[in-house]
């Protein structure tokens, strides 16, 4: 393929549009969409519940002002460098002096290369906006992607696809509970038979949602399913789903306590639906709190990640252990040096017991961008952060994240090019932070593209999904994708 300077290319076979910034295009061989196992991702569209956060037990942790190899390696800076003077500067990862793509150094000044498997999407009923929001992987390496996805009458459905290792299409589930409503998928999490467990949320009304959680077999059967209704009768959602080593479930969203309220909601239920504990936790200001990531550790003590909202744009990131009985471990918040909008959105535990959390922290009022940071598991100390984005003055951000057999940590979401034009953005740091590659996918629309979720297989292969659009409208697709993992 030939090298085009000055522009990111477009490519398309089949019904696929897409190309990653190493120029390398992709098949369109099947699809669905999703989030990774134990953890929340995608937009936010709901949510709230009452009990409160007693203030003098929450542990701060602060960033750490040290060495870039334990904390802020730098985010966008204002005015930025000059991407294409050869010449390293700021934010940027190379410079080779040129504004082609697809050389090892992108126009962005990007470090970047393509190691896709293969490639895939999928669209609806009515050409308008699909999501993949879940993903996991089960005992087989088959890939289960949750998410939504439109019909012909313009309604979001819940979608639910199994496929194997290779991509090929085993079935689909679409579910349109509300019977017209809008109805999402937002997690998922597949045990050692590989069973699937599914936390997504169907309208009740047009000013009401709960949360719904549903067990189906490995064939994609509804075993059972139980929904929970917040303490105002309005807008709840579960965002995170992961099983412990006994088949119970771990859960997080939120519950709505009141107008403009919503309160993170976390809960453990067994393998028969059966509610074992749940809580809620308000933020300070009773504003819009929620649980956006959930991951269990071998003895069942359960770790919740997401953010409190202090008002004035100062969202704060909220990590909590509870033990395998629902007590209170303990509970950090953490806060940039920034003091503005940080928020976590994900979190996995890596081999070595270490919680990795990803999401935003901000640069600038209109700059967020990418965070990463690693947390001891008995008293949440943290290890380091990484905060990271693309060169232009817009936001960035962190979705899903993921740990691999080598306790490496794999982050996936999106970079900022202009506020219309954002590309899908991953990047994979060691155990300790360093930087081991950057990979950017984006659609031939020069839209809107994300990835919000993934996970990694036995080989250490990545699982992505997302939305990715083909055009610049607002039609965006299911897209799942598989990645070798160097």
Do not use: H
């Amino acid at each position: 393929m030939n090298l085009v300077s000055g522009s990111r290319l477009r490519c398309a076979f089949g019904l696929a549009l897409f190309c990653s910034a190493s120029l390398s295009c992709a098949n369109d061989t099947s699809a669905g969409g999703g989030s990774t196992a134990g953890s929340g991702t995608g937009s936010d569209t709901t949510g709230g519940s009452d009990d409160g956060v007693d203030e003098t037990t929450v542990a701060e942790v602060t960033p750490d002002d040290g060495p870039d190899d334990v904390g802020d390696t730098g985010g966008t800076t204002n005015p930025p460098p000059v991407c294409g003077n050869g010449t390293v500067e700021g934010v940027e990862a190379c410079d080779d002096g040129n504004d082609v793509n697809g050389d090892g150094c992108d126009n962005d000044c990007t470090e970047t290369f393509d190691s896709s498997l293969w490639q895939t999407t999928q669209g609806g009923d009515a050409a308008l906006r699909e999501a993949g929001q879940g993903v996991a992987v089960g005992p087989d390496d088959e890939i289960v992607v949750v998410g939504y996805i439109v019909d012909e009458l313009a309604n979001p459905d819940i979608f639910v696809r199994k496929v194997d290792g290779d991509g090929n299409e085993l079935w689909t589930v679409r579910d349109d509970v509300s019977m017209g409503g809008e109805d999402r998928a937002y997690a998922v999490a597949i045990d050692g038979a590989g069973n699937i467990a599914v936390t997504r949320e169907t309208d009740t009304s047009p000013a009401s949602a709960d949360i719904w959680i549903s067990m189906l077999d490995p064939d994609g059967v509804t075993v059972w399913s139980v929904t929970v209704d917040g303490p105002a009768a309005g807008n709840d959602g579960g965002r995170a789903i992961a099983f412990d080593n006994d088949g119970n479930l771990g859960l997080a969203g939120l519950v709505r306590a009141g107008a403009n309220d919503n309160d993170i909601w976390v809960a453990v239920y067994d393998s028969l639906g059966v509610e074992v504990w749940s809580d809620t936790v308000a933020g300070p200001q009773g504003l819009d709190d929620r649980g956006r990531g959930v991951v269990f550790d071998d003895d069942g003590a359960l770790y919740v990640s997401g953010f409190i909202d202090n008002g004035a744009f100062n969202r704060d990131v909220w990590l909590r252990k509870y033990d395998a009985a629902g007590s209170e471990d303990w509970t950090v918040t953490w806060d940039s040096d920034d003091s503005a909008d940080d928020a976590g959105f994900s979190i996995s535990r890596s081999a070595n017991g270490n919680l990795v959390v990803a999401g935003i922290s901000p640069v600038l009022a209109n700059n967020q961008d990418f965070w990463v940071g690693t947390f001891e598991p008995e008293a949440g100390e943290l290890q380091w952060w990484k905060r990271f984005g693309g060169p232009a003055i817009v936001n960035d951000n962190a979705f899903g994240v993921a740990t691999d057999s080598m306790d490496n940590v794999i982050v996936v979401g999106f970079k900022g090019f202009t506020d219309t034009d954002t590309d899908i953005w991953m990047r994979k740091f060691d155990v300790t932070g360093l930087e081991l590659w950057s990979q950017t996918i984006f659609g031939a629309g020069m839209d809107n593209d994300e990835a919000r979720a993934v996970a990694v297989d036995a080989s250490d292969n990545i699982i992505v999904t997302g939305e990715i659009r083909d055009s610049r409208n607002n039609d965006g697709d299911i897209w799942l994708a598989k990645f070798a993992p160097e």
